[in-house]
């Protein structure tokens, strides 16, 4: 089945699904998959740290990346995942064009990210970050896949 | 000749609602009356439906239920109702896909929504006055893309060459077709005798340093606008390919948790808006 992730959203899937994200701009995309079990989910998180509107996080922690990620490990590890075996991908995190440091929201969201996984012991297999395309993602569940498109081109991530 | 071509183009392009123009005339004269306004929106069947349903939506979070043109005026103030209607309009010609842009229909219509709600919120958050058109300018920003459109997806080759040198999206534009969407836009809004404040604020909206005036109102569209594309709502083909102006940050004395709080109600604001308008 194909599950379409918003903004501001996580999806989790089992062998057979695809789960889908649009128009990654300043946002991360965080792709997390066991082989094993074969679940994987995908958050779309917005921006970095929830204390900036603490009652938008509790009705929706998957808006920022600092409540999200948590978000989407628990849900895997509920789901069967075991955190030895993940495979966890990166995408998004773009900037506007210029050195505005106000409009870094993008790279806020990756620092952030690296701060969680570097405190729990965990290592991106792979990313493609920053810059200023808006990327689609298909992540393959089955396989573990991650499809990147970014203006017209597709390739594995 | 491309910006020939474009020239006829904006020439042809369909004409604002009558009703939608005079209301704008209406709300700028003083001494207007409500009878006024309720003559006017009777002209157009529907019109005044969706104006209580506007009045309605969970965006303006009137506690009580709106039943008539005299209720909405009273509790929205006569400048915001207007601008409701002029959207109600908009949303007939910019809920269409663009070509070039790579924007799915719809799409191009939630992000001028969403910008006109950023812009608002901004406004609030930086608690700056801005104008009462700053809604509208908003949402009609990037009505020039409705003709560039397919003058982009046809020159692709070429924008991305200049693209690939380093060139912002709208500078691309202007490169290789003469003209830009921000140009195009403000040249449709002034054949519509929009008001001028609108029109100077869709021109300059990628460059508000070239404005030869200040004005806060365009200062928060620029920002709402980048924002918007930001958290991806109408981010297509030109993805983040544009500068933020430094100056206009500084103007505004702007912050990061500006933006992000902003950021984080946005998508909350566009969905109670646009409940509200979809088209009928």
Redesign the interface.
């Known amino acids: 089945m194909n599950i379409t992730v918003s903004?501001?959203d996580m999806k989790t899937g089992r062998n057979g699904d695809i789960l889908v994200t649009?128009?990654?701009?300043?946002?991360l995309g965080l792709m997390v998959f066991d082989p094993l079990s074969k679940v994987g989910g995908l958050l779309h998180a917005?921006?970095?740290?929830s204390s900036?509107?603490p009652e938008?996080a509790r009705g929706n922690p998957a808006?920022f990346v600092d409540t999200g990620v948590p978000l989407l490990f628990k849900s895997l590890y509920e789901m069967g995942a075991v955190k030895e075996r993940l495979i966890v991908k990166a995408a998004g995190c773009?900037?506007?064009?210029?050195?505005?440091?106000?409009?870094k929201?993008?790279e806020?969201n990756y620092t952030v990210l690296k701060k969680l996984l570097w405190k729990n012991n965990i290592l991106l297999k792979a990313e493609n970050v920053g810059g200023?395309?808006?990327r689609t993602i298909h992540f393959e569940v089955q396989t573990g896949g991650v499809l990147l498109s970014c203006?017209g081109a597709r390739g594995p991530l | 000749m491309r910006i020939e071509q474009i020239s006829r183009m904006i020439k042809a392009f369909p004409a604002m609602p009558g009703a939608a123009l005079q209301l704008l005339t209406l709300a700028n004269a003083p001494g207007t009356t409500v009878q006024q306004i309720e003559a006017v929106l009777r002209q157009e069947p529907g019109l005044t439906a969706n104006l209580l349903k506007l009045a309605n939506s969970a965006y303006f979070g009137i506690p009580s239920q709106v039943g008539s043109v005299r209720q909405a005026v009273l509790l929205l103030g006569l400048k915001r109702m207007v601008q409701m209607v002029v959207a109600a309009c908009a949303s007939a010609i910019m809920d269409r896909g663009v070509p070039g842009y790579d924007l799915p229909a719809g799409e191009l219509w939630r992000h001028s929504l969403a910008v006109s709600v950023a812009a608002r919120g901004l406004a609030g958050e930086l608690k700056i006055q801005a104008a009462d058109e700053i809604f509208t300018a908003g949402l009609l920003h990037d009505v020039g893309k409705l003709v560039l459109g397919q003058f982009v997806q046809e020159d692709h080759a070429q924008i991305d060459s200049a693209l690939a040198q380093g060139m912002s999206f709208e500078a691309a534009e202007a490169a290789v077709l003469g003209i830009d969407h921000a140009a195009i836009g403000a040249q449709v809004l002034a054949q519509w005798s929009l008001p001028e404040k609108i029109v100077h604020a869709v021109r300059w909206h990628h460059a508000p340093e070239s404005y030869s005036r200040i004005d806060t109102l365009l200062d928060v569209v620029h920002v709402a606008n980048m924002l918007c594309l930001m958290i991806g709502i109408g981010v297509g083909r030109e993805g983040l390919l544009h500068e933020p102006s430094p100056l206009v940050t500084r103007r505004l004395g702007l912050k990061p948790a500006h933006l992000e709080k902003v950021a984080s109600q946005t998508l909350q604001w566009v969905s109670d808006l646009s409940q509200a308008l979809t088209v009928a």
Do not use: D, Q, W
Request: aromatic residues 4%; contains cysteine.
């Open positions: 903004v501001g649009h128009a990654l701009g300043s946002c917005m921006l970095p740290l900036i509107n938008k808006m773009g900037n506007p064009m210029g050195k505005n440091e106000i409009f929201i993008g806020r200023t395309a808006s203006n």
